[in-house]
């Protein structure tokens, strides 16, 4: 009963531990992208309304005032077009940071396999 699976070797153990330090780095890497993801779509739903209303107030406004409000219109559109930019450069920077916890969770669960314990299953005929 004592004969127990033998302890891992401390160069092993650290790459395990290592791994783990960088699983937890990238999935709060993660979280963090996510959450800039959901503010940016926070954001441009926000100027998508400014532009709207700023397009009512350009209807009606007086013609001496316009050349201005259709600037600001403008500027709001650019910035608009900007955060969109944001939000791509974002998801795709999200897309790698899920990737690179796939690379990682990837050799831990092929380890964790049956064949980790027997080495290659070989089926005979």
Same mark, same amino acid.
């Given at each position: ?15 395990? &531990?290592?791994?783990?330090?960088? =699983?937890?780095?990238?999935?709060? !890497? #993660?979280?963090?992208? %996510? $959450? +800039?993801? &959901?503010?940016?779509?926070?954001? =441009?739903?926000?100027?998508?309304? !400014? #532009?709207?209303?700023? %397009? $009512? +107030? ?68």
């Amino acid at each position: 009963a004592a004969a127990a699976a033998p302890p891992a070797p401390p160069a092993a153990a650290a790459v395990g &531990a290592t791994d783990a330090g960088r =699983i937890e780095r990238i999935e709060a !890497e #993660i979280q963090e992208v %996510k $959450a +800039e993801i &959901a503010e940016v779509r926070t954001d =441009i739903a926000d100027q998508k309304k !400014e #532009i709207k209303s700023k %397009k $009512a +107030e350009l209807k009606n406004a007086p013609e001496e005032s316009r050349a201005a409000l259709q600037a600001q219109k403008e500027q709001m559109e650019d910035d608009l077009r900007d955060m969109r930019k944001l939000l791509v450069e974002k998801e795709n920077q999200l897309t790698e940071k899920e990737k690179q916890h796939t690379i990682l969770l990837t050799p831990a669960a092929a380890q964790a396999g049956p064949s980790a314990a027997w080495g290659p299953i070989t089926l005979r005929g």
